[in-house]
């Protein structure tokens, strides 16, 4: 059965550094989106991309967030300076142009020190 | 405000026994809601999606009810078995039109089965 993969599993950083999330979702999915939780809360919405470009994203996802799909398989979440509070499950879920089920990879553990 | 609530916080339950996990929502108009199991550590998973149309819907040993009129749904789960130990997230989509896709998460309920 295809599934949405992410690499790193794990990310330990130290605030004010770069980190890239990378996500390959299924491949003949067209819509895709990162969502963060943080330890012992609900899943959050960041961003939802479509077609090549951002279709909606939250209060969260401000300026130092970005996200890319630099070729035909790869979906990165971008965080350009790490905050304390930036240390949640980042996890990626992609699903296709008529099937409303999101597929969720098993996330990245982030870590900023 | 669009909103999600999942009552029990969390349950304990010895395996084989049988529970329900309810969820209140206030968002409308809704397209579906969806229950997902997220197992520690791991990403959730999909296991039911009913659109405002659908009373209940099976998977296995999961069955989900929805009553649109009072916004509330039911996830219950049968002959519980120890690998359902998990959260169990109620999450609802709004009607957009468009593409964007934002769901309403609720916070889940915990539950533990033990032998």
């Known amino acids: 059965e295809p599934e949405v993969t992410q690499t790193p599993s794990h990310q330990v950083t130290q605030m004010g550094q770069e980190v890239i999330l990378r996500c390959v979702p299924i491949?003949?999915?067209?819509?895709f989106y990162w969502y963060r939780q943080i330890l012992g809360q609900k899943v959050e919405f960041l961003v939802s991309?479509?077609?090549?470009?951002?279709?909606?994203k939250s209060e969260i996802f401000d300026d130092q967030f970005s996200v890319e799909r630099p070729d035909g398989s790869n979906f990165t979440l971008k965080i350009r300076s790490t905050k304390l509070e930036d240390s949640a499950m980042y996890f990626c879920?992609?699903?296709?142009?008529?099937?409303?089920?999101?597929?969720f990879g098993p996330g990245t553990r982030l870590l900023v020190l | 405000k669009n909103q999600v609530e999942q009552s029990p916080q969390s349950l304990i339950i010895l395996e084989g026994k049988n529970c329900t996990l309810q969820?209140?929502?206030?968002?409308?108009?809704?397209?579906?809601l969806r229950w997902y199991k997220q197992d520690t550590g791991r990403g959730p998973v999909s296991l039911t999606i009913?659109?405002?149309s659908e009373n209940t819907k099976s998977n296995g040993r999961y069955t989900a009810t929805l009553d649109a009129d009072t916004k509330q749904s039911s996830l219950h789960i049968t002959a519980s078995q120890l690998s359902d130990s998990a959260s169990y997230i109620c999450v609802v989509f709004p009607f957009n039109a468009g593409n964007n896709r934002k769901l309403i998460w609720g916070l889940g309920t915990s539950l533990a089965v033990n032998p």
């Open positions: 491949s003949n999915h067209l819509y």
């Open positions: 879920a992609s699903n296709g142009k008529f099937v409303e089920t999101q597929y």
């Open positions: 991309f479509y077609n090549n470009e951002i279709s909606e």
């Open positions: 969820c209140n929502y206030t968002v409308s108009p809704f397209s579906n």
């Open positions: 009913m659109t405002f």
